[in-house]
């Protein structure tokens, strides 16, 4: 098949490298801004040039990818569907639950299959779990901690316009509390706080915050996100049920050193990256998309499914602005 991706940054890239060594891909058609960026995938990947999203949708492409920035997101994911052109696109839907919404309506009944990248989805620990969930082997679950800790803090301009740690950093906790459990989040409860970087605060948001989010069975998840881990790339989940209790990225590679007694663990260079940590779940998530555009499945991580993130995001974003427990009612639109 032959697949283009709008978008050619960080993330955009990596998606290329991946899909140039996917075998059910064919070729690959990108648009970027950036002219080197461009001429990088044409000449790695083989990759055929177009100057504009447009250009791409009337290349000959079977799926998109879309990695743009997350303001483009609207409007790519919209001509991609008008064009009857089954997408993925990174999250999130949108900066604002208002405009997701709009997307969601132009979505559905369009017949056309919208993958949104939301990738511990696809990451064999977090699958596990979920399958533990659903077999009913923890039994019913009390506590659920789920953990983001990035090495170090985004660049200032991404700060600028990344809407809050919740947005762009929680929103991936959030997301997965709700696909391994099953449940819906019903109220938070948030707070933060800044030990690090000045322009963080300067921009209005924290670099350290916590969660409580009540689910709909009356589970409790505790989420605790940083900007600042200076041993590594930190992502794990704790599940604990009546029966049993397990975890998602406790390994050799976990960036948290055990000071008990004769103990050696981790034993490995810790995770640095999110893209190291995370390599082949997003092998495996675009693995999936190439499955929708085969329509050989449907997607895996609807707008709908994303846009329950959000409202999770946003409810967090309010709690911490207003010190108090803000029930998701409030943020639906």
């Keep these: 098949?032959?697949?283009?991706?709008?978008?050619?940054?960080?993330?955009?890239?990596?998606?290329?490298?991946?899909?140039?060594?996917?075998?059910?891909?064919?070729?690959?058609?990108?648009?970027?801004?950036?002219?080197?960026a461009v001429a990088t995938a044409t000449e790695r990947f083989g990759a055929t040039a177009t100057d504009s999203p447009e250009a791409l949708l009337v290349a000959g492409v079977d799926g998109v990818v879309i990695a743009a920035a997350t303001d483009a997101h609207p409007s790519l994911i919209l001509a991609a569907v008008r064009a009857g052109i089954p997408v993925f696109c990174e999250k999130p839907v949108a900066r604002g639950v208002e405009e997701s919404l709009e997307v969601l309506r132009a979505v559905e009944g369009s017949g056309v299959e919208v993958h949104i990248g939301y990738n511990r989805r696809f990451d064999a620990g977090f699958a596990a779990a979920r399958r533990a969930v659903l077999s009913g082997e923890l039994g019913d679950l009390h506590t659920v901690r789920s953990t983001t800790l990035d090495p170090a803090p985004p660049p200032p301009a991404y700060v600028a316009v990344s809407g809050g740690i919740f947005r762009d950093c929680g929103v991936h906790d959030f997301?997965?509390?709700?696909?391994?459990?099953?449940?819906?989040?019903?109220?938070?409860?948030?707070?933060?706080?800044n030990r690090g970087a000045a322009y963080i605060r300067e921009a209005g948001d924290v670099d350290t915050a916590s969660a409580l989010l009540t689910l709909d069975?009356?589970?409790?998840?505790?989420?605790?996100?940083?900007?600042?881990?200076?041993?590594?790339?930190?992502?794990?989940?704790?599940?604990?049920?009546?029966?049993?209790?397990?975890?998602?990225?406790l390994e050799d590679r976990l960036p948290l050193r055990s000071v008990e007694p004769g103990t050696a663990f981790p034993a490995r260079t810790p995770h640095t990256f999110f893209m190291d940590r995370f390599a082949d779940a997003y092998r495996a998530e675009l693995t999936a998309f190439t499955e929708v555009?085969?329509?050989?499945?449907?997607?895996?991580c609807t707008v709908a499914d994303a846009i329950e993130a959000s409202l999770t995001a946003e409810a967090c974003t309010l709690s911490l602005r207003e010190h108090r427990p803000v029930r998701l009612d409030e943020v639906r639109k």
């Design 217 to 249: 069975d009356g589970t409790i998840a505790v989420i605790s996100d940083s900007r600042h881990n200076a041993r590594g790339h930190d992502v794990r989940l704790e599940l604990h049920g009546m029966k049993d209790s397990i975890a998602v990225g």
């Design 293 to 300: 555009v085969a329509v050989t499945r449907t997607s895996p």
């Design 1 to 36: 098949m032959r697949i283009g991706i709008m978008g050619l940054g960080r993330i955009g890239s990596f998606h290329a490298e991946t899909l140039a060594g996917l075998d059910g891909v064919d070729s690959l058609v990108v648009t970027d801004p950036v002219a080197a």
């Design 175 to 193: 997301d997965i509390v709700r696909w391994v459990t099953g449940r819906e989040v019903v109220e938070v409860y948030a707070t933060g706080g």
